[in-house]
């Protein structure tokens, strides 16, 4: 009598960033200098949404689609601000905020803003058995000064991640690494500008 009743509806997957990869120790080095991680924003996703997104690039690339049963645990702009913060810090002091009023300060002085837009951020399909996790940001360090602020540098980071297969976990794999990869590559331009 039971297999007449009705199933319940399956409960989506629910992913995070897991743990973030363990750093081989480098060589100890001077401190760099602090800065300032200005909330990140996502001009183009809302502020609530936990769906994992894909794309068919090769039907139609403007169209955004939710996977069914797959769920961030936070909105994907949260995941990339706790991952840009934690991997960004591993060898400087990442103060949160930069965009109030209220500046952080550091020894009395106001650290470089890094300023942060999520462009894409979405599980892309190149064709029915290619896909990539594609994360594109902009990234801008600003010097807060009294007559105004100043630009340090501006660059624009997009990492396509190979996916291993076609489906949200793959997705949110490649998604993962990109992210981290995308986090290196700052790091790398950070220095660069001498911060």
Do not use: N
Not at 73 to 79: A, K, S
Not at 125 to 142: D, I, N, P, Y
Not at 179 to 184: G, H, L, P, R, S
């Amino acid at each position: 009598g039971c297999s007449v009743l009705p199933k319940p509806p399956a409960q989506p997957v629910r992913y995070d960033f897991g743990p973030e990869p363990v750093a081989t120790a480098p060589a100890p080095q001077a401190q760099r200098p602090a800065i300032a991680l200005a909330e990140v924003e996502a001009p183009g996703l809302r502020d609530s949404e936990t769906s994992v997104l894909y794309r068919l690039a090769y039907a139609d690339a403007q169209v955004v689609r939710p996977y069914q049963l797959a769920r961030w645990t936070r909105p994907p702009v949260q995941l990339v601000q706790q991952r840009l913060s934690s991997g960004l810090g591993r060898d400087r002091a990442v103060l949160l905020g930069g965009d109030g009023t209220a500046q952080p300060k550091v020894q009395g002085q106001s650290p470089a803003v890094l300023k942060v837009e999520l462009e894409e951020f979405s599980h892309v399909f190149l064709s029915a058995q290619e896909s990539v996790g594609w994360v594109r940001l902009r990234a801008s360090l600003v010097d807060r000064q009294a007559q105004g602020d100043v630009l340090l540098g501006q660059t624009t980071f997009i990492v396509q991640q190979p996916a291993a297969g076609a489906d949200a976990a793959s997705g949110v794999r490649a998604l993962t690494q990109a992210t981290d990869k995308v986090v290196a590559d700052m790091q790398a331009w950070l220095q660069q500008l001498g911060r």
